[in-house]
């Protein structure tokens, strides 16, 4: 029983922001669970991840709308339907408010959120109609909490988190799980600049982390593969934080 609860067999599953750590590591982790796996981004990198999962590899620009729905139409083609959405891309543009750039501000939101939005809706366009399936925002520990030099980037992701809900409420009733997860600090290119750059900042990190030190894309696998499974299926909305227990700190 427990086995049949995460088994996604037969499941397809589209994974946006595939060629970077946290979206490569739930694509490898979708398809370890037997789901086939469409790898979709920006970066040529979304081919190494696609040999690794068996799936194919789709080349597109999610910060603007003819790139969201041409990415999204070719990986649904490619995989024969969809069963799953896993929405792991991102960008980010740290430094102080009264630095940012208004065209980083812009992309921040376009590429974090406004493409959220529009995979959300085009997956749900396909699920409701049929009864069914799981759709797995990546939100942040900016989602609760301000962050640091990080405005543009906190407002995207707490967007995320309320966009998740409201998208359950009207979804579920249609058989649709929308959920979301909450990396704390991973080690991923996105955040270079603390764990590799920032030594004093790196450790004031540790100092907070239970775990006792910074979580890795793989911590993520078993959050994503519940979420995107039957095990899931009486979950609706709930932003799940995958921190090694920063927020409990």
Not at 58 to 79: E, K, M, N, Q
Not at 161 to 190: C, D, F, M, R
Request: contains cysteine; negative net charge.
């Amino acid at each position: 029983m427990t086995d049949g609860l995460f088994d996604l067999t037969g499941r397809r599953a589209l994974v946006t922001g595939a060629g970077g750590g946290i979206g490569g590591g739930i694509a490898d982790a979708l398809a370890e669970a037997g789901a086939l796996v469409a790898a979709v981004g920006r970066s040529e990198s979304i081919q190494v991840t696609a040999e690794r999962t068996g799936g194919p590899a789709v080349l597109a620009d999610l910060s603007t709308r003819d790139g969201i729905r041409r990415g999204f139409d070719d990986a649904v083609a490619a995989l024969g339907g969809l069963d799953i959405l896993v929405i792991a891309h991102g960008t980010a543009h740290p430094g102080a408010a009264l630095d940012v750039e208004p065209a980083d501000w812009d992309d921040t939101l376009v590429v974090n959120l406004t493409s959220v939005f529009e995979l959300c809706r085009l997956a749900g366009a396909l699920m409701m109609p049929r009864g069914g399936g799981k759709i797995v925002t990546v939100a942040s520990m900016l989602s609760f909490q301000g962050g640091f030099r990080a405005a543009a980037y906190a407002a995207s992701k707490g967007g995320v988190a309320q966009l998740t809900k409201a998208l359950a409420n009207e979804w579920a009733p249609h058989g649709v799980n929308v959920n979301a997860i909450a990396p704390g600090y991973v080690k991923t290119s996105l955040n270079r600049h603390i764990w590799q750059d920032d030594k004093a900042r790196s450790e004031s990190v540790l100092a907070r982390l239970p775990a006792g030190r910074w979580g890795e894309p793989e911590d993520l696998a078993g959050a994503a593969v519940f979420l995107a499974s039957p095990a899931s299926d009486y979950v609706h909305g709930i932003v799940l934080p995958v921190d090694g227990g920063w927020l409990a700190r």
